[in-house]
């Protein structure tokens, strides 16, 4: 197996790793957040769920631009929903704003649950397709697992902690973005473009 594919799938996965951190991440915030902003049991429930909205309109939506754009591309542009919900939500001075930075970070985790496995799954050659595209599934229960322990490090970081809780998301964000510049389109979405020679490579 190329050393250059087990690259770009490692690089794809952590959208999943992303996944799993953004929708774990809340866990460990919960109860500073909702002594921060007051929230209601009923208030306390939509600010938890409301990445979930997100999180469906994201995978709705993602195919369009996956394959109009690529999905390279398009998942540069995830990274930065995810860089832009985590350093949001760590921010927010509201209960609206940090329901908004939520929404926005679902978004990524719904479009990265759709696109990540299927560049993996188009840049794998058949033999290693199954292999490869499991990648994704451990990477969520690696980002879940990162974020309970990110959660425990910064637990004792003061009042704001429930902020350094989010903007740890930052780093994995960052890191998805900038790797992204790295690999290569997918060879499937250039054949499907007319771009044949392109896609040998």
């Not at 769920?49 to 398009?74: E, H, Q």
């Not at 832009?84 to 978004?107: C, K, P």
């Amino acid at each position: 197996m190329k050393k250059k594919l087990i690259l770009y799938t490692l690089v794809a996965a952590l959208g999943g790793l992303l996944f799993g951190f953004d929708t774990a991440v809340i866990n460990g915030a919960i109860p500073f957040f909702s002594d921060y902003f007051g929230l209601t049991d009923a208030m306390k429930g939509w600010a938890v769920s409301s990445a979930l909205i997100g999180c469906i309109a994201g995978a709705l939506v993602i195919g369009w631009p996956g394959d109009k754009y690529g999905r390279r591309a398009t998942l540069k542009v995830l990274a930065l929903l995810f860089l832009i919900s985590a350093i949001g939500s760590g921010m927010a001075h509201s209960l609206t704003e940090f329901v908004i930075y939520r929404l926005i970070g679902g978004i990524a985790v719904g479009g990265a649950s759709v696109l990540s496995p299927m560049y993996i799954s188009e840049i794998a050659p058949a033999k290693y397709r199954g292999r490869l595209t499991i990648t994704f599934q451990l990477a969520i229960v690696v980002g879940i697992l990162t974020a309970f322990f990110s959660d425990y490090l910064l637990i004792n970081t003061g009042v704001n902690n429930w902020r350094w809780m989010f903007i740890s998301e930052a780093l994995p964000s960052l890191a998805f973005l900038i790797l992204l510049f790295t690999v290569s389109k997918s060879p499937r979405w250039l054949i499907k473009n007319g771009e044949i020679e392109k896609a040998r490579l």
